[in-house]
């Protein structure tokens, strides 16, 4: 679970410093599909990121405002804000939280009861599934967008220790 967290993390600091070289028209544009903008799209992935953490773990959610949070600068410094409570969670979690309820108020006035495991891993597909139409946008855009490969992110410290099977 905590691997691909920090994936996450690392590819959306990436996206930030794609985003530095973009004209700030481009980054508010609104585009087909997502949520909007690409600004709007890295802002909702850090807020439905942190709203599932919350109601993880029992506490009150709400509903950040895009338009107090329309820079880059702006963005990275809710990212901040947000990234400690949740990597704190993320970073304690074990096999014992996989099961537990998640009980979620629904506009119509049910719940939804998921396993938190299953919300954990809603929270990283969400961003996966958001990177994907950053890179659409990025090549509309004419740039290259950053790279979603897990591999050489250095996510999984390698052993140093070198078995002899010989």
Known sequence: MQTFFR?????????????????????????????????????HIIDVEWSWIRILQGKPDFQEDFENY???????????????????????????????????????????????????????????HHMGQLSVWAREVGKKPISANVIGKGLIKLETKVEDNG
């Open 7 to 43: 994936y996450n993390w690392t590819v959306r600091e990436q996206w930030y410093q794609w985003c530095e070289d973009v004209m700030y028209d481009e980054l508010i544009r609104e585009r087909t599909g997502g949520v909007g903008s690409i600004l709007q799209t890295l802002f």
């Open 70 to 128: 329309k820079t880059l600068d702006k963005l990275i410094e809710l990212d901040l804000k947000f990234r400690p409570e949740v990597e704190e969670f993320v970073e304690a979690w074990n096999e014992s939280m996989e099961k537990r309820p998640c009980y979620d108020p629904q506009p119509d006035g049910n719940v939804a009861i998921d396993a938190w495991g299953e919300v954990m891993r809603h929270v990283i597909a969400h961003q996966i």
